[in-house]
C-alpha cells in the first residue's frame, strides 16, 4: 500500500547545471551504449543534478522544459536511488529533497526480474509519471503522451550521461506498482522506467 512520503528537511539547491558543450551532440549520441557494468564509487552531486537536468530541467525564463511535454504540464517526476538516499528533483530551483534515508535499491531490483544492474549501479534514476495532469486536458490521450515524454526524458538522461563518459542503461521490465510502493511514491504516481547510472569500470 502507498503511503506519504516521509520528509527530511527543505529542499536543498543543487549544483549549477553546466551547460557549455564538452563533446558535441553528435559525439555524445554516437557513445551512447547500454552498459550495464558500474564502478560502485559514488557520483558527485554535481553529476547527478546534471543528470537530472537534462531530464527535466528548467530551460527557459518562461519554465520550459529540457524535454518536450504536451501542453507544457510536466507529468513526470524524478527521483534517484543511491545507497544513502531517495531524492525527489524539484526542476523549480533546480533543487533536491530527501525523502528516505536508506537503501532501496535491493528493493527496486526485486522489482525489476532482479536485473543485477538496480544493485550494482551507485546511482538509479527512477522516472515517474501523474498521467491526471494530461487527462482533464486530453482525455484518453492522456496516457500514449505521457509514455513519449518517458522516452524524450529518457534519452536526454541517457546522452548527458554519455556526455560525461557515464555508464546507463534504460531499465523498461518492471512492476510498476511495486516500484511506486518500493519508494512510497504518492498514490497518483506511477513507475515507468529506471535507469542505472555509474563511472564505467
Known amino acids: 500500500m502507498q503511503t506519504s512520503p516521509a520528509r527530511y528537511g ?24 547500454s552498459l550495464r557494468a558500474f564502478r560502485p564509487d559514488p557520483l558527485p552531486t554535481a553529476t547527478i543534478g546534471q543528470l537530472l537536468w537534462a531530464g527535466q530541467g528548467v530551460t527557459s525564463p518562461d519554465g520550459k522544459r529540457a524535454a518536450p511535454s504536451a501542453g507544457a504540464l510536466y507529468p513526470l517526476e524524478l527521483y534517484v536511488v543511491t545507497p544513502d538516499q531517495v531524492m525527489h528533483y524539484l526542476p523549480d530551483g533546480h533543487r533536491a529533497e530527501t525523502r528516505a534515508v536508506s537503501d532501496l535499491r535491493p528493493g527496486l531490483k526485486a522489482t525489476a526480474v532482479n536485473q543485477s544492474t538496480i544493485s550494482a549501479a551507485p546511482v538509479v534514476i527512477v522516472v515517474a509519471a501523474i498521467p491526471s495532469r494530461l487527462s482533464h486536458r486530453y482525455g484518453d490521450q492522456a496516457e500514449p503522451f505521457v509514455q513519449f515524454e518517458v522516452g524524450h526524458a529518457a534519452q536526454n538522461i541517457l546522452l548527458q550521461a554519455a556526455a560525461l563518459g557515464l555508464a546507463a542503461v534504460p531499465v523498461g521490465s518492471l512492476d510498476p506498482s511495486r516500484a511506486a510502493d518500493t519508494l512510497a511514491l504518492p498514490s497518483d504516481q506511477t513507475v515507468l522506467y529506471l535507469i542505472p547510472v555509474g563511472h564505467v569500470p
Do not use: H, M, N, W
Not at 20 to 25: E, G, H, K, V
Open 10 to 33: 527543505s529542499p536543498v539547491p543543487l549544483p549549477s547545471p553546466a551547460t557549455t558543450d564538452t563533446i558535441s551532440l553528435e559525439q555524445a549520441i554516437g557513445k551512447r551504449r
